[in-house]
């Protein structure tokens, strides 16, 4: 199983930036998978996850920084989820980690399967 994250740069502030993941080895249409995000020096913060419910509904989970700026989507046709970063801070600026299978949505140590990662840097 691998989570793949692609999607970062160095962009400025009040820019837009989308991040994908995608799995292979199983499919993960029935798990949840979410974003969080690690500054350095700091610990790995939640910022986004979604679960599937069924047919074409998703709920879908934010942190109170990100909530109207960021969008958590997912295409399970290619097992692939997407995070739309809009009007980025300089406070932004992380490595964004990708992962699958969380029992718990918000708690970064109950998901099984994490991506490499891949850093976002905002400019002021």
């Known amino acids: 199983v691998q989570l793949q994250a692609s999607g970062g740069g160095l962009v400025q502030a009040g820019d837009s930036l989308t991040l994908s993941c995608a799995a292979s080895?199983?499919?993960?249409?029935?798990?949840?998978m979410g974003w969080f995000r690690q500054a350095p020096g700091k610990e790995r913060d939640f910022v986004a996850a979604?679960?599937?419910?069924?047919?074409?509904?998703?709920?879908?989970y934010y942190a109170n920084s990100v909530k109207g700026r960021f969008t958590i989507s997912r295409d399970n046709a290619k097992n692939t989820v997407y995070l739309q970063m809009n009007r980025l801070r300089p406070e932004d600026t992380s490595v964004y980690y990708c992962?699958?299978?969380?029992?718990?949505?918000?708690?970064?140590?109950?998901?099984?399967?994490w991506g490499q990662g891949t850093l976002v840097t905002v400019s002021s």
């Open positions: 979604i679960r599937w419910r069924g047919g074409s509904t998703f709920y879908t």
């Open positions: 992962a699958a299978d969380g029992d718990n949505l918000y708690t970064s140590t109950t998901y099984k399967y």
């Open positions: 080895g199983r499919s993960f249409s029935n798990d949840a």
